[in-house]
């Protein structure tokens, strides 16, 4: 239960901001009435004494706080100094919903690029969450003194927003709403990204929007997807969020407030490809490679945009390393490449009568590719980012140059587990022979994933049935 009190012991009257006369009476003030204002408590499982606001949204508003139980001998208390996000007013159900969501958001997510959450209560007068603080503000709140950032923040700034995203992702939570004002600069050349007020679950139903549970529209115009604007809810996945990167570093890096200069912006309407104008056609100097990882996450059709932050990363490192692109983003260059006739043949070929079906499916050729003997399909030690489905032909499993296994089951998913966690390859995969598969980057495995139930408990069971067996035979 929270309590909202005076310091004062000697009062018995609540606080109720500027211009309360302390006059004791007999009921509360309604909940949309009172003010925080500094000195006064707030009480979780810890106790916080109010110092000055840091900022007022919709929701309610941002206090910097004092943690009163900021002791040597409370290891489990939140450090001296919190923010603490509050509602503004208790009977407001979309602000009580938007509060719900970011609680347990954090919950299911820990990851050094998103705030420390401390403590937190819904009940009482005052719903609060208390977060980790960071002193230096959001990316919004300095980008006067910052002007526009240079090239090595906007690298910076592109993989810590990833990170996070992805660990976001990872647990199935979109954020929907990435701006400058939502990146927090901690104070050593990186950056937070906070505020999952309007998060959703990743592939949410559009019936979420017909029962009244979800905001439409929802983020912030000149920052949000298209596909945001649109409201096309079901069309949202990982790749929405990624677009919320990409023009966010647009804006830093030109010095342009998108939500100010919606003139800016483009449209398919229009003929456009790309939601902005190219980054080299307002800062003249921008690199070739910088310029081409941002504009590739303003594609406006999601489908040519990245399929998941593992797959950014993994760019984003290759640049970094001076290398060219991975294998794997080598491989997917190869899908709506492949013969008709020739994909054609290979499902006719199918004896499985799930995948005979699913790969049936209207636009699901553009995923085959074919690899010719002895070509790698991925290599051990890559950030993973691309699954393949194997349909036909045989592909050797290899580590450190020794044969572990020849995988050569119709319908095996090869990387599935690495692909959706984001961890390195941990062996090389090599045509042995003529190699027929499909390939999935991150998105496009989730929406196969949840589109088709049947695919989504074989897979379970497979994974089960690995488990069970006792250490696998290979890692994928």
Not at 284 to 292: A, G, I, W
Request: net charge negative; hydrophobic share 40%.
């Amino acid at each position: 239960m929270s309590q909202h009190f005076s310091e004062d012991p000697g009062s018995q009257t609540e606080s109720v901001g500027p211009g309360a006369t302390g006059s004791s009476r007999t009921a509360p003030a309604p909940p949309d009435t009172l003010a925080l204002v500094a000195g006064d408590q707030l009480r979780g499982r810890f106790r916080y004494r109010i110092e000055r606001r840091l900022g007022r949204g919709g929701f309610g508003s941002v206090f910097l706080a004092d943690c009163l139980d900021a002791t040597s001998d409370r290891t489990d208390a939140p450090p001296p100094q919190v923010a603490i996000k509050v509602l503004g007013r208790a009977g407001d159900r979309h602000a009580g919903n938007s509060m719900k969501r970011e609680l347990s958001a954090l919950l299911a997510i820990q990851h050094d690029r998103i705030p420390n959450l401390y403590d937190w209560s819904l009940d009482g007068d005052l719903a609060f969450v208390v977060l980790e603080y960071f002193p230096a503000g959001s990316l919004a709140d300095n980008w006067p003194f910052l002007g526009q950032l240079e090239d090595e923040q906007v690298w910076r700034l592109i993989s810590d927003l990833i990170s996070a995203l992805s660990a976001a992702h990872r647990a199935s939570i979109l954020h929907l709403d990435v701006k400058p004002s939502n990146v927090l600069l901690d104070g050593n050349g990186g950056f937070v990204l906070t505020d999952f007020g309007v998060s959703q679950a990743s592939r949410m139903s559009k019936g979420l929007l017909h029962q009244g549970l979800l905001a439409i529209a929802l983020g912030t115009h000149g920052y949000r997807a298209p596909e945001q604007a649109s409201k096309t809810v079901q069309s949202y996945d990982l790749r929405t969020d990624l677009w919320g990167v990409g023009a966010t570093a647009w804006a830093v890096y030109t010095g342009i407030d998108l939500n100010k200069r919606q003139d800016v912006l483009r449209t398919k309407q229009d003929g456009n490809v790309f939601g902005l104008p190219s980054l080299s056609d307002v800062r003249l100097n921008c690199p070739p490679p910088l310029e081409e990882l941002v504009m590739g996450l303003l594609y406006i059709d999601p489908q040519r945009r990245p399929g998941g932050g593992a797959e950014v990363l993994a760019r984003v490192r290759a640049i970094a390393r001076g290398f060219g692109l991975d294998s794997q983003t080598v491989a997917a260059t190869r899908r709506d490449h492949a013969d008709p006739a020739a994909v054609r043949a290979v499902i006719d070929s199918l004896v499985d009568p799930l995948w005979s079906s699913v790969c049936r499916t209207p636009g699901f050729d553009r995923y085959f590719a074919k690899f010719e003997d002895g070509e790698v399909l991925s290599s051990r030690g890559e950030q993973a980012h691309h699954t393949l489905l194997l349909l036909q032909g045989r592909v050797r499993v290899e580590k450190d140059g020794r044969l572990l296994d020849v995988e050569t089951r119709e319908g095996s998913l090869l990387g599935a587990i690495s692909t959706l966690t984001g961890a390195p390859r941990e062996v090389t995969l090599r045509a042995d022979g003529p190699v027929w598969t499909c390939i999935f980057n991150e998105a496009e495995l989730e929406q196969l994933v949840t589109c088709n139930s049947s695919i989504a408990v074989r897979m379970i069971r497979n994974m089960a049935a690995r488990i069970a067996d006792g250490p696998p035979r290979h890692h994928d």
